[in-house]
């Protein structure tokens, strides 16, 4: 969870050039859970080394990297993740650990305390034990989390939560967002389901419907208009689009993610074209992301670009071609629901 007070230092930074301030790095694919909107199923079961991790940090340290989040698969799975996450925070680099929570244990709560991490941003599947089950295969699954998240707040380390809304814990939503409040946190919550890597729609037979995105929208009040009104990233995103970029985001301008595999990308979403840096520096990939992403200008018409629904679109042309096959191919279901939340919410 990366705070206002980062993204108002990141603004300030960035002002002065092209720096990648913040990003992911994926340690393992491996997890404990086998949640059923997963977009890393199928990947191949491995972890990074600790000498690729640490040679990530030494270059990143040099680039003026401030933020990192962890994530997996489940990073405390990774036999070497109190090695690794240590050598980042004594790089100075802030680290946010992406986590189911469910493995946490004494020797990591002495770890951060000692090393706080900027957040511990923890996934939650459901209010029962069979929700989670139904979720994520594991039995008595939200017990296990609930009280390791009770550990966290005895020993006073900082956490968040979110959820992805699905069929399986739609009904429990009411009761998360509940159970978020019991500990002064403010529920995060998604309904945007990935494919696969691959481009597998598998994953998404598990999103809600599209009047069920919009019912939990109103209880989120996510379209208020106080949430639309003109930030610095806002302007900056419209005009990106004005001026005919691809890529309306941040993908690749002070941003990055790295695989387990050691694959540089401009953000979590994007895996198909990246750059191995096994092969080149993260400097160099990060140099050419800003001619082959950042600065990039469709050769053909966008027409998502003068779309009237556009404000309410959860545009992206990385997942744009993991689904369709066409970078500006939206699926039929994003195009649907950008139009019915313009209806509902304008």
Not at 182 to 202: A, E, Q, S, V, W
Not at 251 to 274: D, P, S
């Amino acid at each position: 969870m990366i705070t206002k007070e980062l993204q108002e230092i990141t603004q300030n930074i960035i002002k002065n050039g092209r720096i990648p301030i913040n990003g992911g790095i994926e340690l393992l694919s491996n997890c404990n859970f086998k949640c059923v909107h997963c977009y890393n199923a199928m990947e191949k079961q491995e972890c990074m080394s600790f000498e690729f991790a640490s040679n990530i940090a030494n270059q990143l340290e040099k680039l003026g990297t401030m933020h990192v989040f962890f994530t997996g698969g489940e990073v405390l799975l990774h036999p070497q993740f109190e090695k690794i996450y240590k050598y980042f925070r004594n790089k100075g680099i802030a680290v946010s650990i992406l986590t189911n929570i469910s493995l946490l244990n004494d020797r990591y709560i002495n770890l951060f305390e000692e090393y706080t991490p900027y957040d511990i941003d923890i996934s939650l599947y459901g209010i029962t034990n069979k929700t989670y089950e139904s979720v994520t295969g594991i039995k008595r699954g939200f017990e296990l989390v609930e009280r390791n998240i009770l550990k966290l707040v005895e020993h006073k380390i900082n956490f968040s939560l979110k959820t992805v809304i699905l069929k399986e814990n739609i009904y429990e939503l009411e009761e998360m967002i509940k159970f978020a409040n019991k500990f002064n946190k403010k529920l995060k919550i998604y309904t945007d389901i990935r494919p696969l890597n691959n481009g597998n729609p598998r994953t998404k037979e598990h999103q809600i419907s599209l009047d069920d995105i919009i019912e939990v929208e109103k209880t989120t009040g996510k379209w208020k208009k106080t949430s639309l009104k003109n930030g610095e990233r806002r302007k900056e995103r419209e005009k990106r689009r004005e001026q005919g970029y691809l890529y309306f985001c941040e993908l690749g301008k002070y941003n990055f993610f790295i695989t387990y595999e050691g694959i540089l990308h401009g953000c979590v979403k994007e895996r198909i074209h990246g750059y191995n840096l096994k092969e080149i520096s993260i400097a160099d990939g990060f140099n050419r992301m800003l001619n082959d992403v950042v600065l990039k200008k469709t050769e053909q018409f966008n027409k998502c670009s003068i779309c009237r629904y556009i404000k309410y679109c959860e545009y992206c042309p990385a997942q744009f071609e993991l689904e369709t096959g066409d970078i500006l191919t939206p699926p039929a279901d994003v195009c649907e629901l950008a139009k019915t939340r313009y209806l509902v919410f304008e």
